[in-house]
């Protein structure tokens, strides 16, 4: 294996300060009293085999699913879907394959070059709502295809993927023996009493998530997987030579999280909510800016003009706004930039009549 350096994980521990960030990914941080905690929830150890029992039961309860599907990882979505690569692609052969969409999440990439696999796209097209492409999927697989990745809401668009969409390429990919691996912690956003995780779109599935996204609680790094036990199995075994447990009270505060999550959802979405109204309502009155606007999630993905570079844009709005968006250089799209809309929306309010400003001085 080797380990690429992640140029925008990189960059957003580097990246210099603003007084209005709109690169961050998540939901406005959560209250720490709404996790209810008590003093026994502050632990240095717990009764654990594979995984903390009652966090285990409360994930496979909230997803449906049994809880030998269910695997934990204190490290968050970008540490489950590392597991979850590892764990298909363990045996990795030369010549074998991963298919990534395009644009992608970083990481998801850099994850399939760690292997030496060689890697097929698919692209998602602005033109198009960022929707899948079935037959052009279709026609990357070969009997070499051990995996798949998408995202979930896409990031960094927000485009949903309906789960007859994920069924198909599920059913695509299991012609050839392969899996897919859908990373979905933005769906969160969307997901109120009832779920609808990629896991139920076929046996081959894998689906990755965490607290980070939509729920303002990044630190605690609680992360799962759902999938077929034989691979959920073997999770566990990799996990007695990686790290042994999980992090005690990280796992105690998670299955608080879950016991008050209507709560905690309820208070990301007295910012998401309005948020994504204040952003439909921006781009419908900024001409100069193309965007496809989601559904919910926490992220839009707009298109520059011709001549303007998301590099140059970004630089022009932090210097002189004090303004923070991500360039989409790092989602191989120069002339787009990402947007979190999941921050106060007074804050939000300013970046965007600093985008509009922006826009005025490279005109």
Not at 142 to 150: D, F, G, H, N
Not at 157 to 175: F, K, N, Y
Not at 193 to 201: L, M, Y
Not at 288 to 298: M, Y
């Amino acid at each position: 294996m080797t380990f690429p350096d992640v140029a925008y994980i990189r960059w957003a521990k580097e990246h210099p300060p603003a007084r209005i960030n709109l690169s961050r990914s998540g939901a406005a941080l959560c209250p720490p009293e709404l996790l209810q905690l008590r003093a026994r929830d502050l632990v240095v150890n717990l009764p654990v085999r594979d995984g903390y029992a009652p966090l285990v039961t409360a994930i496979a309860k909230r997803y449906r699913v049994p809880p030998e599907q269910v695997f934990t990882v204190s490290g968050g979505t970008s540490f489950a879907d590392w597991f979850a690569a590892v764990v298909v692609l363990e045996r990795v052969r030369r010549g074998d394959e991963v298919i990534v969409e395009r644009p992608a999440y970083e990481p998801l990439l850099r994850i399939a070059e760690s292997f030496g696999v060689k890697i097929r796209r698919f692209d998602r097209r602005f033109e198009n709502g960022y929707a899948i492409d079935l037959d052009a999927v279709t026609t990357l697989i070969t009997p070499r295809t051990r995996l798949a990745m998408v995202t979930n809401l896409h990031n960094p668009s927000g485009a949903r993927v309906d789960s007859t969409s994920l069924a198909s390429m599920a059913a695509a990919l299991q012609t050839v023996g392969a899996y897919l691996l859908v990373d979905e912690v933005y769906v969160e956003c969307l997901f109120g009493r009832t779920t609808e995780s990629a896991v139920h779109a076929g046996a081959n599935v894998i689906a990755a998530n965490s607290l980070t996204k939509a729920y303002g609680l990044d630190g605690l790094r609680a992360g799962w997987l759902l999938g077929p036990p034989p691979l959920i199995q073997r999770a566990w075994r990799m996990q007695d030579l990686l790290a042994n447990n999980g992090v005690a009270p990280g796992e105690q505060l998670a299955l608080a999280a879950f016991r008050h999550l209507p709560a905690i959802r309820a208070h990301a979405h007295t910012t998401l909510d309005p948020n994504l109204q204040r952003v439909r309502e921006f781009f419908a009155r900024e001409p100069r800016l193309r965007a496809f606007i989601p559904e919910g999630g926490n992220v839009v993905y707009p298109q520059l003009p011709p001549g303007i570079t998301s590099d140059a844009f970004a630089s022009h709005l932090l210097g002189r706004y004090s303004t923070l968006v991500v360039p989409g250089r790092f989602f191989e799209s120069p002339r787009h930039f990402r947007i979190s809309f999941g921050c106060e929306t007074r804050v939000l309010e300013r970046g965007l009549g600093n985008i509009s400003r922006a826009l005025d001085d490279l005109s």
